[in-house]
């Protein structure tokens, strides 16, 4: 075999290929929707080995599925990781990875530039469980380290988060992390392993919701947790009771000591998933695994499109600024060139000159856009957050949370630049 045969393939040609093969009973050459709930064992052996964890394979479709295992696979090449699960959503995913690391008690240290509803999540729902959410600025990596106490058991950051069209400095922040022997967890969402491999910057476990660009189509809710591999369980100075302990419900078994680089993978789906069940549907993850085999080529293009549509927005006498990290004006384009030189994403927002008023006009006029409350699709959509997801908050609230009522935010789609252009144009001439 030559060097090239050898060759680790491409980011598009994994995309395609990775984790899939000929159906073995019918040759079927994409990956079938295994429609079913169960698998029936070979015989009693066979299946109290599944049960033990002694041999990996198909019990209940709750704990592990064939499409879904595929689409695993594939995000597993893609982030460069050693295994990885899909579950039914991105906070499903988030729930999944803190309820492997932390015990009750435990603290986390996230900064607060994050999807709003991780926001909501952190800090009320993980109370219920007595999991702790303290603050930084994803802006000031050394707020990190100010917020971190001993009973900090990871980080979390999103690689570029919105709003503000903010690219954090990963590196810095997993220099951190690593200082205080714990795992920084990154939601690469809004970047997507095209844009950004959180591992190569120093990530130890990546999430996601496949909902977005991933997915790509706005058709399927969905999340994936990725083992990076590279923390440590076993020799670290914290203790990672559900990785390290003699578990219960495995004859004692400890998962970290049993699957080496990949057993936060694998206690996420036999600990976590088994037990409070937020699985994703065989159809859901074949219509995000078809949105994957595009994903090089759609992100190229959302990038490519909202560039575009950042520099008409710029010279617009009835916009105030606009917040896109790909704009080499903007205050984040020096970090975009390290940590996602390929693009900024496709998620940016700017500000009108008009304020409110302004904003609820601009999106009733929109024809091509969509006015909703999403990201990630094929087609272009807009918000505007101050009269929407933000509406329950006071100005002052608003403001702080990157809300304020100038706000207006796109995800720019997959139509022709010049269309996207001219709906905004004739919008807000209107
Ligand atoms: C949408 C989103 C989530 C939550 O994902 P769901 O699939 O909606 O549960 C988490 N993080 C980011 C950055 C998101 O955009």
């Not at 991780?118 to 050394?142: G, L, M, R, Y």
Request: hydrophobic share 45%; proline share 5%; with cysteine.
């Amino acid at each position: 075999m030559t060097d090239a045969a050898n060759a680790v393939p491409g980011f598009s040609t994994l995309a395609i290929h990775a984790g899939a093969a000929p159906d073995p009973s019918t040759g079927a050459r994409a990956t079938p929707i295994y429609q079913t709930t169960s698998y029936v064992f070979n015989d009693v052996d066979h299946a109290a080995a599944l049960f033990n964890l002694e041999v990996f394979g198909n019990i209940y479709t709750r704990i592990m599925n064939p499409t879904q295992a595929v689409l695993e696979q594939r995000i597993a090449a893609l982030e460069g990781g050693t295994a990885a699960l899909a579950v039914a959503s991105g906070h499903a995913a988030q729930v999944l990875a803190f309820h492997t690391l932390l015990e009750p008690g435990d603290e986390f240290v996230a900064g607060r530039q994050l999807y709003g509803g991780s926001i909501n999540q952190f800090n009320h729902s993980f109370k219920k469980f007595n999991w702790n959410v303290a603050w930084a600025d994803a802006t000031e990596p050394a707020t990190f380290e100010k917020a971190i106490t001993s009973k900090t058991k990871a980080v979390f950051c999103e690689s570029i988060a919105n709003p503000g069209g903010i690219v954090v400095d990963l590196p810095a922040i997993a220099a951190i992390a690593k200082k205080a022997g714990v795992p920084l967890i990154v939601d690469n969402t809004l970047a997507t392993p095209y844009l950004c491999r959180p591992k190569e910057h120093g990530a130890d476990i990546v999430v996601h919701s496949l909902t977005k660009f991933i997915g790509g189509h706005g058709n399927s809710i969905g999340g994936v947790i990725v083992d990076c591999g590279t923390y440590d369980w076993l020799s670290a100075k914290k203790r990672y009771a559900t990785l390290v302990d003699p578990n219960p419900s495995y004859n004692g078994m400890r998962l970290a000591e049993t699957f080496g680089n990949f057993a936060f993978a694998i206690a996420c789906r036999v600990l976590g998933l088994r037990d409070l069940g937020p699985a994703i549907s065989p159809f859901n993850a074949f219509l995000i695994l078809m949105g994957v085999e595009t994903l090089p080529l759609r992100m190229a293009r959302h990038c490519e499109n909202a560039l575009a549509v950042a520099d008409y927005l710029v010279r617009h006498k009835e916009v105030a600024w606009v917040n896109y990290a790909g704009l080499s004006a903007n205050k984040y384009n020096a970090l975009a060139q390290r940590i996602c030189p390929k693009g900024a994403g496709a998620v940016f927002t700017f500000g009108l000159k008009g304020g409110y008023g302004a904003g609820v006009k601009l999106v009733s006029n929109v024809k091509l856009f969509s006015h909703l409350a999403n990201i990630g699709d094929t087609r272009s959509l807009i918000i505007h957050p101050a009269s929407t997801t933000h509406s329950q908050l006071t100005p002052e609230q608003r403001k702080a949370a990157g809300a304020g009522d100038d706000v207006v935010r796109l995800s720019v789609g997959l139509e022709d630049a010049a269309d996207i252009i001219a709906d905004l144009e004739q919008a807000l001439v209107a």
